[in-house]
């Protein structure tokens, strides 16, 4: 895939395409190995075989879902994912002992994705697995294998373990160079907005030639919003807003507070509840979905904020404006 460097991608939308990316290359690797063991006529080709649309399966579900809905299965698949290489391994490691590298996947997988913790628990697991296959369960799952070429099974091994490790390895510099970013703009935001600070302090507020700039400035952050709607994306944010207008944060901050009258968080979950609001009143449809889908495609993260932010722009819950709107439409039936 060619990115664009022009683009700041989100934290959130890079790791969807680290899981959509991923399983592309992990569903190149299974059927090469699926059609590898069927020539060699192994009957392992038929676990390859399973695995394969298995995984064609999650990787078309994770295509055509927000990152928000697909967090909470994550730690489930991986579980799956585990189980699946304890059983291959079990199977085939005493005739190929370097099929046992694949455990390393793990933790390295889920580095830059999970916290620490997570990251400690998955290399425990892994080391453990390691020892509980060699020693404790060598004897346990069989199944006839053709004894073919050693240095051909290790190869096979080789270069599918090479085609993952080498994608989340790039994957994760990826993801570690984002995060600095990110980190490194937000301290010379926050250093550049004290200077601006003491600047208006030491002038005494703004003169006519700033208003004129700031109206300007937030006239295009109405229209950029009303053309692109980049608040339905749950991780947008200031810094995004600036690339892509090419402006200043601190200047996109103090254009909204002095027309607004609010910060750029509330003035972004406006635009969210308003389309919510919209979409509630036009769709008769979206009365009986879930609350989870409503937030999610408005670009809310969490419903206790889509609650808070809704509440406090409509002085409704979303439940209570909901049986208005019904209520309201069948007086007008009347």
């Known amino acids: 895939m060619i990115w664009n460097n022009s683009n700041i991608i989100t934290e959130n939308a890079l790791i969807k395409k680290y899981f959509i990316q991923f399983h592309y290359v992990l569903l190149i690797v299974l059927l090469l190995n699926c059609i590898l063991y069927y020539l060699e006529g192994n009957q392992l080709y038929n676990i390859f075989l399973l695995a394969f ?30 189980l699946f290489l304890c059983y291959f391994c079990s199977l085939t490691w005493s005739n190929s002992p370097t099929v046992l590298i694949f455990f390393t996947l793990f933790p390295l997988g889920t580095y830059t994705i999970f916290s620490k913790k997570i990251v400690i628990i998955w290399t425990v697991i892994s080391c453990l697995t390691i020892i509980m296959i060699v020693f404790v369960f060598k004897n346990t799952f069989t199944i006839p294998q053709t004894k073919g070429n050693s240095h ?8 599918s373990y090479a085609l993952i490790f080498g994608f989340i390895f790039y994957y994760n510099s990826i993801l570690i160079k984002s995060k600095y970013t990110h980190i490194i703009q937000k301290e010379e935001n926050d250093f ?20 004129i700039f700031y109206n300007e ?22 810094q995004v807003l600036a690339h892509n207008i090419q402006s200043n944060t601190t200047y996109i901050s103090r254009a909204i507070n002095l027309n607004a009258g609010m910060n750029f968080k509330n003035f972004v ?51 209570d404006y909901i049986e208005f709107i019904n209520k309201e439409n069948t007086l007008n039936k009347d």
């Open 269 to 319: 979950n406006v635009y969210r509840v308003e389309f919510i609001k919209t979409e509630i009143q036009n769709n008769k449809n979206y009365r009986r979905y879930k609350l989870l889908y409503l937030y999610s495609k408005a670009g809310f993260k969490h419903q206790s904020t889509f609650n808070k932010a809704f509440k406090r722009i409509t002085n409704m819950t979303p439940s």
């Open 53 to 82: 649309f298995c995984d064609l399966f999650a990787a078309l579900v994770i295509y055509r879902l927000d990152y928000i809905l697909i967090e909470p299965y994550v730690i489930p698949y991986l579980i799956i994912v585990f």
């Open 152 to 159: 051909f099974n290790s190869s096979k091994i080789i270069i």
């Open 217 to 238: 400035l937030y006239q295009q952050i109405e229209n950029y919003f009303k053309i692109n709607t980049p608040w339905k994306d749950s991780n947008f944010n200031i």
């Open 192 to 211: 550049e907005d004290s200077l601006l600070s003491d600047e208006e302090n030491l002038e005494g507020g703004f003169d006519e030639k700033k208003i």
